[in-house]
T-cell receptor, first 114, second 114 residues
Framework: GAGVSQTPSNKVTEKGKYVELRCDPISGHTALYWYRQSLGQGPEFLIYFQGTGAADDSGLPNDRFFAVRPEGSVSTLKIQRTERGDSAVYLC????????????FGQGTRLTVV | AQSVSQHNHHVILSEAASLELGCNYSYGGTVNLFWYVQYPGQHLQLLLKYFSGDPLVKGIKGFEAEFIKSKFSFNLRKPSVQWSDTAEYFCAVTRSGNTGKLIFGQGTTLQVKP
């Protein structure tokens, strides 16, 4: 596609539920990144995929968060047993590879846990 | 740990005024530096970037930034702002080698009055 696509754009869920957030990167981009942006803050790195493998998951806050990219294209961020503190905008970005000079961001999924 | 500090959280200017947004980072090694912009309702977009060479870099829409290594700074400037520059601005840094794993500052909201 023309840009990075994220779905849904908004998600409201109840505390304790499981959610999945989807990211469709730019076609041909092998590097994919997830970020979380809380209100009034800059985006915080969560995880980086190179191809199908999670090359760096050092930003995942705890084991309730997990992400996959089984075919090296679409990625899904999964959050188990959601908590109110998980409410944030989740951003996805992609680039041709890890050394590319620009990462392109999607519009994000706004997750609200009630 | 790396960190990025943006000094101004909210800036209000009149059209044609000059703009300077401060950014300092705390990493002592080789870094790549970026300014991203987020217009209302839109995704993060790259304004400009510094990798090496001339420390004065020019970006889109008349923006420029100067890398001062001795001050660990990468301030953003524009000689004359327009109403359409109203947006949130993020400074970001990454270590050489993975340009998508960004550490962002908390952002500066710029409001330009017509």
């Amino acid at each position: 596609g023309a840009g990075v696509s994220q779905t849904p754009s908004n998600k409201v869920t109840e505390k304790g539920k499981y959610v999945e957030l989807r990211c469709d990167p730019i076609s041909g981009h092998t590097a994919l990144y997830w970020y979380r942006q809380s209100l009034g803050q800059g985006p915080e790195f969560l995880i980086y995929f190179q191809g199908t493998g999670a090359a760096d998951d050092s930003g995942l806050p705890n084991d309730r968060f997990f992400a996959v990219r089984p075919e090296g294209s679409v990625s899904t961020l999964k959050i188990q047993r959601t908590e109110r503190g998980d409410s944030a905008v989740y951003l996805c970005a992609s680039s041709r590879d890890r050394t590319d000079t620009e990462a392109f961001f999607g519009q994000g999924t706004r997750l609200t846990v009630v | 740990a790396q960190s990025v500090s943006q000094h101004n959280h909210h800036v209000i200017l009149s059209e044609a005024a000059s703009l300077e947004l401060g950014c300092n980072y705390s990493y002592g090694g080789t870094v790549n530096l970026f300014w991203y912009v987020q217009y209302p309702g839109q995704h993060l977009q790259l304004l400009l970037k510094y990798f090496s060479g001339d420390p004065l870099v020019k970006g889109i829409k008349g923006f420029e930034a100067e890398f001062i290594k001795s001050k660990f700074s990468f301030n953003l400037r524009k000689p004359s702002v327009q109403w359409s520059d109203t947006a949130e601005y993020f400074c970001a840094v990454t270590r050489s080698g993975n340009t998508g794993k960004l550490i962002f500052g908390q952002g500066t909201t710029l409001q330009v009055k017509p």
